[in-house]
């Protein structure tokens, strides 16, 4: 059940907000294993004066952090970087523009339906 956060500079995307969310959906699908309807991805657009990012990256930087339970593999993690870039570059992001950063929580630190997610059947592997 991850929660995913896209943040860019406003302008670059246009009216393709859902796409572009879509996408990162995408690639959390390919790289993780979970299934489609498990679904939580926003996208914030700053205003340029209110982000800066490092002087060789172009106006398509974003970062795309992803809260997830503890658990995925080495190879799980390098398929959701690979398949993130994959989907993105159909905006033609460059793979240089795209940081993702994995927040790793432990289930019992989550609370889903009113107690902690260890205690429920997700239906999905963690562990992939």
């Not at 500079?9 to 969310?21: P, S």
């Not at 993690?77 to 993130?84: D, E, F, G, N, V």
Request: aromatic residues 6%.
């Amino acid at each position: 059940m991850p929660a995913t956060r896209i943040e860019t500079r406003r302008g670059w995307i246009g009216d393709r907000r859902l796409e572009v969310i879509e996408a990162v959906q995408r690639g959390l699908l390919a790289g993780l294993q979970i299934p489609d309807h498990d679904r939580c991805v926003r996208l914030i657009e700053y205003e340029d004066d209110t982000m800066i990012s490092p002087p060789n990256r172009g106006e398509k930087y974003l970062v795309i952090e992803i809260t997830l339970f503890a658990g995925r593999s080495l190879d799980a993690k390098r398929r959701l970087y690979a398949s993130i870039a994959k989907e993105l570059a159909a905006f033609d992001v460059p793979t240089d523009d795209i940081k993702v950063i994995l927040i790793e929580v432990e289930p019992v630190n989550w609370g889903l339906r009113g107690v902690p997610a260890n205690e429920i059947d997700l239906g999905y592997k963690i562990n992939v």
